[in-house]
């Protein structure tokens, strides 16, 4: 199994800056794609922004110019860094793997998310 867990949420105001860590644990052999995604309330998970294992990203329209995500292969850790947060941010952000244990196929894994707040 594959655990993911998620860091660095937080209440910061309109402008802000916060960065979010989600690091893989477990039986990993290989971790393709990494992601982070969101829920607000009321509202539908939707993507935020993904990183190949090769460094190739994606981003919401919403988020682009805003957000960056990276990643450290040798730590098996993604990072979501968020700048001029706006209200529209607040949601739960969830982290998302593709991943292979030992002997099994690739899979999705989900992380408990963790909760930012942008409000003044």
């Known amino acids: 199994q594959v655990q993911l867990v998620e860091s660095g949420g937080g209440l910061v105001q309109p402008g802000g800056s916060l960065k979010l860590s989600c690091a893989a644990s477990?039986?990993?052999?290989?971790?393709?794609?990494m992601g982070w995604y969101r829920q607000a309330p009321g509202k539908e998970r939707e993507l935020v922004a993904t990183?190949?294992?090769?460094?190739?990203?994606n981003y919401a329209d919403s988020v682009k110019g805003r957000f960056a995500i990276s990643r450290d292969n040798a730590k098996n850790t993604v990072y979501l860094q968020m700048n001029s947060l706006k209200p529209e941010d607040t949601a739960v952000y969830y982290c998302?793997?593709?991943?292979?244990?030992?002997?099994?196929?690739?899979?999705?894994?989900w992380g408990k998310g963790t909760l930012v707040t942008v409000s003044s």
């Open positions: 998302n793997t593709e991943a292979r244990t030992y002997g099994g196929p690739y899979k999705g894994y």
């Open positions: 990183i190949t294992s090769g460094g190739t990203t």
């Open positions: 477990g039986s990993i052999f290989s971790i393709n794609t």
